[in-house]
């Protein structure tokens, strides 16, 4: 796994991904993905209904690379050059279960993709650019206390759960890692090896 390897829109890298800023050019995938309804199924039942909301979304992430020095990013399969979803790092400032301007991780896949995978391991180099590249103290996470795939994926790439809140009258699951944890994980994992 590696940074920053080719241009200014690739910021990282897996075996089988790159990772690099959500583009303009990203609309009709970005539709697809957010237009299903089962994609949403636990994110507030809101999928998109139009271009314009993704131009939007997308727009709004390219601020926040501009403003945060970080966003969400593309997921482009490395054999095919295909768009997989997004994952990655936020820089969140509303207030949200008593905690702002926090490090929120994240991913959404389309639903053609789901089980291979691609959320762990594209969430998990995210969390290596938030501690070793950004060198953040602290990555949070949420999810719908229903969504067993993304709470396993938390947990899988680390995340400790901390305890439940409301979001928006969704109840959810709240996590987080501390760089101090992720670095001890890290050379434990090293060691063994």
């Excluded at 303009?24 to 998109?48: A, C, I, Q, R, W």
């Excluded at 008593?98 to 929120?104: A, E, F, G, L, P």
Aim: with cysteine.
């Amino acid at each position: 796994m590696s940074f920053q390897a080719y241009n200014d829109n690739i910021k990282a890298e897996t075996d089988r991904f790159l990772l690099r800023e959500l583009l303009p050019t990203d609309v009709e995938e970005m539709f697809e993905l957010d237009s299903d309804p089962e994609v949403h199924n636990y994110l507030g039942n809101k999928p998109v209904t139009n271009r314009e909301q993704v131009i939007k979304i997308i727009n709004l992430v390219r601020q926040q690379y501009i403003d945060n020095g970080i966003g969400r990013w593309a997921i482009i399969d490395k054999k095919t050059n295909e768009f997989i979803g997004w994952t990655g790092l936020k820089l969140e400032t509303k207030l949200t279960n008593n905690h702002q301007n926090y490090y929120d991780i994240g991913y959404r896949i389309r639903r053609k993709f789901w089980g291979q995978g691609i959320a762990s391991e594209t969430a998990m180099i995210s969390l290596d650019y938030a501690f070793n590249t950004l060198q953040v103290k602290e990555v949070f996470a949420s999810a719908h206390i229903d969504n067993v795939g993304s709470n396993k994926i938390l947990q899988k790439i680390g995340m400790n759960l901390i305890e439940t809140f409301y979001y928006e009258d969704i109840k959810c699951n709240w996590y987080s890692l501390e760089r101090s944890e992720y670095e001890r994980r890290k050379a434990l994992i090293n060691h063994n090896n």
